[in-house]
């Protein structure tokens, strides 16, 4: 079956500072993948998604990039700011024909930034 | 335009009774999905539907579980004689159809179990 997995949290950064948060993927087929943000009170959000091999995916100035040798989609941020303190979720979907496509997530990793 | 609607957004109930959990998908979307955030299984999927059918049941946790859609609109996820592990944020989303289109959250019903 599917599954992914993604770093423990909580991770704690300084504003500026560099973000990884790994996530790498396990799929039968060729799943299409995608990182959701949950913000505190909040609904889940797309953040960015990426649909084949070598696809990035962009948004707010996180990237990610789907990469099938390695089996992952790697979540980057060159300089975070307080306003990304949140929950972030690695996930994917199904592509077979048919597929309802429901997503499998990661176990989340909160982040907190400090000013 | 208005996004995916959950009532309650909050429901504490006893062990044992019935719930009836509500959603609201995002008109003219065909597909709605129905997932559960625990603490102990994360964010795990329950079923979902394509217009008013639900062809795999199989992600419901047990047979306390069902869940209906009519008119292709709104839809209710029932639990029935309720335990304390199902205590959870049940979160539910729609999408334009099945398939590779983005699924759109609502802010989800927390279920607390006493």
């Keep these: 079956g599917n599954s992914v997995t993604q770093m423990e949290g909580p991770v704690t950064l300084s504003e500026e500072a560099f973000l990884t948060i790994n996530c790498t993927y396990t799929a039968t087929g060729y799943p299409s993948l995608f990182w959701y943000v949950q913000y505190p009170g909040e609904g889940l959000q797309l953040l960015l998604k990426a649909t084949k091999a070598d696809d990035k995916g962009s948004n707010k100035g996180f990237e990610a990039t789907y990469r099938k040798e390695t089996t992952s989609f790697h979540l980057e941020k060159g300089s975070v700011q307080v306003s990304d303190s949140a929950v972030y979720f690695c996930a994917l979907s199904d592509q077979d024909a048919g597929s309802a496509r429901q997503l499998t997530f990661g176990s989340g990793t909160q982040l907190t930034v400090l000013p | 335009g208005a996004g ?111």
């Design chain 2, 4 to 114: 995916v609607s959950q009532s309650p957004s909050n429901k504490v109930t006893e062990k044992g009774k019935d719930v009836e959990l509500r959603c609201d998908p995002i008109s003219g979307h065909t597909a709605l999905y129905w997932y559960r955030q625990s603490l102990g299984q994360g964010l795990e999927f329950l079923i979902y539907f394509q217009g008013n059918s639900a062809p795999d049941k199989s992600g419901l946790p047990s047979d306390r579980f069902s869940a209906e859609r009519t008119g292709g609109s709104v839809s209710t996820l029932t639990i029935q004689r309720t335990q304390q592990e199902d205590s959870a944020v049940y979160l539910c989303a729609s999408s334009f159809r099945t398939g590779n289109y983005e699924q759109y959250f609502g802010p989800g019903t927390r279920l607390t179990v006493t």
